[in-house]
């Protein structure tokens, strides 16, 4: 049934299966009566199947592409509009692979910590879980136990959506699942979040919404300046194509650097910086990375963690598939813009994560922090950086979801996540002590663990081009070891603070999604060649065009 | 016999290795350890008792050494110029031009560090069980302490910039949970974040450093015509070097050239002069300087901070909040030592550049003095023992700074074993006066800890500098080598005296060490006991640390064996000659007769005379009043190097407060502004919707209510003829045919 043509359709399309199964559960229901909590459970097993199997289709897919081959693979191909030129265009080379399986795990660990199953008695009755009649500022009620079946479906959809954005090739079918990716989102931080949900799900809303509509305009600019080029049924396209690989390779031989200028200014510098913003918002890129933060701390965990796990990376991920192979002549012109860019955000948001005292707020800065390293890397256009980019945000897409359930688990047990007001915590919760000094260092770049591997690639990549930014981005190294060291010098060392003295250290619900993620950011650490030997020769084909380095 | 095994190296090409395919046990067996009581080890302690605890922390770390042991039987058994056991597991990443292997090496300066690290670190462990008997979370400890030796040696064995980096972080890290050991201490978890942090500072200069020479291998930074600095890759002259190694003309065959982290490879290719590759780097600069030069400092401001070296020292002295087996191991014999090691590994790079050796030089020699005078006046046992930790890596810098590397190595290796003797007896003290670490509140210890007494007594010996213990052959050797150095430049200018001043500076430390170190002797040992605070008086030791002193003292007198000068028995120094093929780098110094090296010699030991008697004077049994009427003499003076010069409130309010308030003021910038922006934008869109919907109700609405309201009016005005009277229809009816007269005739 699934074969290497149609694996990467069925990784993005198990988590929607699962959501029909979800509503047809929910229209038995109305019509068999059974109980409310039965339904709950069979929609958590449905979702929890569902997203397993995408995993699983997801590690199969890593698993058959063969890294020693360039171009790319495991394609499903076919004529979706004739009329135009749309196709279904699914593959993945070596830049997505990494991202597909990234998405699968990460979103297989959302589903794990969105259960409330694996907890102890005391542990769920201080996160809410149990149902205590009433649901309020005070006693709020978990998200994992609050209208279930349509958290799934939300969390399904999400699914769908990002893995759909990473193995589309064709630009239509890829700003269909970007856009999908967008609503559920909106839902799951607007319903199952925080005190701020409403302010926090509309801001992240309507900003990623103006970077559609800028993609959008870019994507329709691109398209009426393409060529024809051959449709899955061996005919030619009428005038134009969606496809990029196509594209991708008239935007090699200089097809849109000579489209014809827009209102005096050059077409490729403008599809540029309308696609640049469009994806920079979702990094997100100094100045408009101030949803983040907001979204982060409203989002309840498993939303954090999908947010910050892939849904940044879609940002580096459309650069990288579009601005680069399509326009590789505005990319040059940009690339130190991109660069100081990135310098802004790696020192700027470092310095803001040192002043901040809320956990998951400064968790969420230092990914703003982190994600700079990647839009370094990758403007410097040499091997190395770019490899040191795109392995960052594999990177990153394994510590910073550690971070964000980190955070989750003192929040589910104190419900609030100042750091001045903690102490001691070490003493009462070791284990959890031992897991977050494992992922803060993990975060700060200790050798042995995946991050330091990607910082170091990155800044010795874009050493020899941008000599000052480096050197500039490097001092990041120190500020983040002290905003780390001081949230856990705060929090965690000192005497204990006798509130926290009963607290129930880590339940299994937990231990389940923190230690394979360490794990994986262990193994990562010794031997990153793991990940890095699958999505260097995409990369090294991508800048082989832009820069002779 | 120095030069012709140098000139064998040149000519032969690259370095001969060996496969030894067992190197990674070395490492790896610790790293056992420590995983095992990381995971398990509260269960295994609470089970089985602390015994099991113990017996794999100090099992694995054996083994270790055991297994260096093999290595070393290996290495000796090969000729010098042979002697390089390889051992790669694994590439660990590649991409570009970057290529890392997880790969192990030994050559005999590695080999010299490995051997000591595992074997003090074996008995540091042996006399923790009796150290941390009574502490509950002793599996915790060792974990770290096992972490920490994995860490050490492969800071040591890493065959690449990467992999000692690797370790370099690690046993900053190991540094860290350390000295925040006991965490519930609000301090001692400050000293260890202040330690990391600091590190980190040095871990900047250190990256940049490897950047710069990684780069620089393999192209150069070149004014482009527009005016711009622009890395260009390999040039003309590079490919005629490129040829030249492949054989084509005179160059040597094998030699790989071009941006690499390899050590070895680094080393094949600056050392085979043929390659070109030394003078090219040379004519290199970089803002003005010879790019040597930078990239040198560059490096040594890591060292800076893993070796506390002026003015990143601040974290070390704070870092005996730790327990002290721990800051015996990792802040006296071994990590501190990292950055002299880093300094003799790269001895062929270092020695290019004048301007490199001449900055770690001085500040090697500004840091032991420097320290030395903050030695004079602690009144706490370790806070002296660190001091002069500090001063003594300046002796080491010096050393490894001015050329002699063998004897900045040499240094290293005899402070590693009197420096821990030295800890783990102030230790037994600590132990014995119930956790008190005030000298003034001790005294006449002499008797009741006679092994104690004796083992710190050796170790000052050999610290002061008196011959027959080691550590005057290692410091002798490094100040004579500093006075005859006389190629030093500093930041580029030539100063052919810098060599003497160093020397001069030396000295005057090398008397302060004396001084304070026997001041502690007596302070501790010597008079009546003044610690009244507790009834039980001070024992000896348990067995398991007494037996360790011991063992370590022992070890610091007899390392003198194979530093004895050449002046003494006419060939060189046993370690000078083992290191040899380690340390491929020429130095020129001053050629001086051996009646000369005579008088420094007798220099060196009038000095430490000199300070121990003072020191003896003023301190033996506490009777001497003049230390008191000093004191008050020069109260403001003593004050100032009480307070250590007030580096740390210095730093706390510039950098400190500095960032933190940069800090806020982001976040300010942040909230406010950006977000404020975001959120006017968002304001001015529903204001721009207010009023859009307020267009929409009033204007466009309104016109259509208009419309219909209007018809609504006419329609109401004309029910109004709808009156069913007939005359006023006709009324209507006649009206309306006038009009229609009236208007024919007017439109005619």
């Known amino acids: 049934m699934i074969s290497q043509q149609n694996v990467l359709s069925w990784a993005t399309f198990f988590p929607l299966i699962g959501l029909a199964v979800i509503l047809i559960l929910m229209a038995t229901r109305y019509f068999l009566g059974f109980s409310r909590r039965a339904l709950d459970e069979l929609a958590r097993s449905t979702g929890l199947i569902a997203s397993g199997l995408s995993f699983f289709c997801s590690v199969l897919a890593w698993v058959w592409f063969d890294p020693s081959q360039s171009g790319v693979q495991l394609v499903q191909h076919f004529t979706w509009i004739k009329g135009f030129n749309i196709e279904y265009l699914v593959g993945v080379d070596g830049l997505s692979i990494s991202m597909v399986l990234l998405t699968g795990l990460i979103s297989f660990v959302a589903f794990v910590a969105s259960m409330p199953w694996w907890s102890s008695a005391k542990y769920a009755r201080m996160a809410g879980m149990v149902e205590h009649g009433h649901d309020d500022g005070h006693h709020p009620q978990h998200f994992s136990v609050r209208m279930v079946p349509g958290y799934m479906c939300m969390l399904l959809l999400l699914q769908t959506g990002m893995m759909g954005t990473f193995v589309a090739l064709d630009m239509f079918l890829f700003y269909v699942f970007w856009e999908v990716m967008l609503l559920p989102m909106y839902f799951l931080i607007g319903i199952w979040g925080g005190p701020r949900k409403e302010y926090a799900a509309i801001k992240f809303f309507l900003y990623t919404l103006v970077g559609s509509v800028l993609m959008l305009l870019a994507i329709i600019g691109i398209y009426y300046n393409s060529h024809a080029a051959p449709l899955a049924d061996g005919s030619m396209s009428a005038g134009h194509t969606f496809n990029l690989i196509e594209l991708a390779k008239q935007g090699q031989e200089g097809v849109f650097a000579g489209s014809p200028a827009v209102l005096g200014f050059a077409f490729s510098k403008i599809a540029f910086i309308a696609l640049f913003i469009g994806f920079a918002i979702k990094i997100p890129m100094f100045p408009f990375h101030t949803w983040l933060p907001d979204a982060h701390v409203e989002a309840p965990t498993p939303v954090s963690v999908i947010l910050a796990g892939i849904l940044l990376k879609m940002g580096p991920y459309g650069i990288l598939r579009f601005n680069y192979p399509l326009l590789p002549d505005a990319t040059q012109w940009a690339a130190w813009v991109v660069a100081l860019f990135g310098v802004i955000n790696i020192v700027y948001a470092a310095f803001v994560c040192l002043a901040q005292s809320d956990l998951k707020k400064l968790i969420a800065y230092s990914s703003v922090s982190h994600m700079g390293f990647t839009l370094l890397g990758m403007s410097a256009m040499t091997p190395t950086g770019i490899s040191g980019a795109v392995f960052n945000m594999f990177s990153h897409g394994i510590i910073s979801p550690m971070l964000f359930l980190i955070a989750g688990v003192i929040y589910d047990r104190a419900h609030h996540r100042e750091i001045g007001r903690f102490g001691g915590l070490a003493q009462a919760l070791p284990e959890y002590a031992g897991i977050t000094g494992l992922a803060f260092f993990a975060s700060l770049g200790l050798p042995g663990m995946c991050g330091f591997v990607s910082e170091f690639l990155v800044l010795v990549g874009s050493f020899p081009v941008f000599l000052g930014f480096t050197i500039i981005s490097a001092t990041a190294v120190i500020i983040t070891a002290a905003y780390y060291l001081w949230a856990i010098h705060r929090a965690f060392l000192g005497k204990l603070n006798p509130v926290y003295k009963d607290y129930p250290d880590l339940v299994w619900r937990e231990r389940l999604v923190l230690y394979p993620l360490g794990a994986i950011a262990i193994v990562l650490g010794f031997y990153p060649q793991a990940v890095l030997g699958v999505i260097n020769p995409a990369l090294t084909l991508l800048v082989s065009g832009l820069r002779p380095m | ?748």
């Open chain 2, 1 to 748: 016999m120095e030069h012709t095994l140098q000139a064998a190296a040149h000519a032969t090409g690259p370095l001969p290795t060996h496969a030894a395919g067992y190197l990674w046990l070395i490492p790896f067996l610790p790293l056992v350890g420590a995983v095992i009581n990381a995971t398990m080890g509260a269960r295994l302690q609470r089970r089985f008792g602390k015994g099991l605890v113990h017996v794999i922390g100090v099992g694995t770390v054996a083994l270790s050494f055991v297994v260096a042991c093999i290595a070393f039987v290996q290495m000796w058994g090969l000729p010098p110029e042979h002697r390089f056991l390889q051992n790669t597991v694994w590439n660990a990443f590649t991409a570009g031009k970057v290529s890392v292997d997880l790969g192990f090496a030994l050559d005999p300066l590695s080999m010299m560090m490995a051997l000591a690290v595992t074997f003090i670190s074996a008995l540091i462990h042996v006399f923790s069980i009796g150290y941390m008997a009574d502490e509950p979370s002793y599996w915790r400890f060792f974990a770290y302490m096992n972490l920490f030796v994995f860490s050490m040696l492969l800071l040591v064995m890493g065959d690449n910039f990467v992999l000692m980096f690797f370790g370099w972080e690690g046993v900053g890290l190991c540094s860290y949970l350390l000295i925040a050991f006991w965490y519930t201490d609000p301090q001692k978890a400050a000293a260890g974040m202040k330690a990391f942090i600091t590190n980190r500072f040095g871990d900047f200069g250190f990256v940049v450093g490897v950047f710069l020479l990684f780069w620089a291998l393999g192209g150069a930074w070149q004014q482009a015509p527009d005016g711009k600095t622009k890395y260009v890759e390999t040039d003309a002259h590079a490919a005629a070097y490129v040829a030249a190694a492949r054989g084509e003309g005179q160059g040597v065959p094998h030699v790989e050239i071009g941006p690499t982290l390899n050590f070895r490879l680094l080393r094949d290719q600056i050392v085979n002069t043929d390659t070109g590759v030394a003078e090219k780097l040379k004519a290199q600069k970089m803002f003005g300087f010879g790019i040597l030069g930078v990239i040198g400092i560059l490096l040594f401001v890591g060292a800076m901070g893993k070796s506390a070296q002026l003015p990143l020292h601040v974290w070390l002295p704070d870092a005996m909040a730790g327990p002290t087996p721990v800051s015996a191991l990792i802040h006296a014999a071994t990590m501190v030592t990292a950055g002299v090691y880093m300094v003799a590994r790269l001895n062929f790079l270092f020695a290019l550049s004048a301007t490199a050796m001449g900055w770690v030089a001085l500040i090697g020699a500004l840091t032991a003095l420097f320290a030395a005078s903050i030695g004079f006046f602690q009144y706490d046992i370790k806070k002296v023992l660190a001091y002069s930790t500090v001063s003594q890596l300046g002796f080491m810098f010096i050393g490894v700074g001015v050329g002699a590397y063998w004897a900045g190595a040499y240094h290293l290796l005899t402070h590693a074993f009197f420096k821990a003797t030295l800890f783990l007896c102030s230790g037994s003290v600590i132990l014995a006066c119930h956790h008190e670490q005030d000298m003034r509140k001790m005294g006449g210890l002499g008797k009741p800890m006679p092994i104690t007494r004796w083992t710190y007594l050796v170790a000052c010996f050999a610290i002061a500098g008196f011959p027959w213990a080691s550590g005057f052959y290692s410091k002798d050797e490094i100040l004579w080598k500093a006075f005859t150095q006389e190629g030093l430049k500093f930041l580029g200018m030539p100063m052919p005296y810098l060599g003497q001043l160093i020397y001069l500076i030396g000295i005057v430390a090398a008397t302060g060490t004396s001084f304070y170190m026997f001041r502690s002797y007596y302070m501790t040992f010597s008079g009546e006991y003044r610690g009244h605070g507790h009834r039980h008086l001070p024992k000896e030791s348990p067995l398991s640390i007494t037996l360790v002193l011991v063992a370590l003292a022992t070890g610091a007198v007899l390392a003198a064996v194979i530093g004895i000068p050449y002046a003494w028995t006419g060939h060189a120094p046993l370690l000078e000659h083992w290191l040899e093929p380690a340390l491929p780098a020429i130095v020129h110094f001053a050629e001086k007769s051996h009646a000369t090296e005579y008088l420094f010699q007798l220099i060196g030991v009038s000095v430490g005379v000199i300070g121990w008697v003072a020191a003896r004077a003023l301190y033996k049994d506490g009777r001497s009043q003049v230390p008191a009427r000093l004191l008050l003499r020069w109260k403001r003076a003593w004050t100032v190097v009480y307070n250590k010069y007030y580096v740390d409130e210095i730093y706390q309010a510039t950098i400190l407060r500095g960032s933190v308030g940069f800090a806020r003021l982001c976040s300010w910038f942040d909230k406010y502004i950006i977000d404020g922006l975001v959120n006017l934008a968002g304001a001015i869109a529903r204001v721009a919707a207010e009023l859009d919907g307020a267009i929409d109700r009033y204007i466009v609405d309104g016109a259509v209510n208009l419309v219909a309201g209007a018809t609504l009016a006419a329609g109401r005005g004309l029910r109004r003829l709808q009156t069913g009277r007939i005359q006023t229809y006709l009324y209507g009816a006649l009206a309306g045919a006038i009009a229609i007269v009236f208007l024919n005739f007017l439109l005619k």
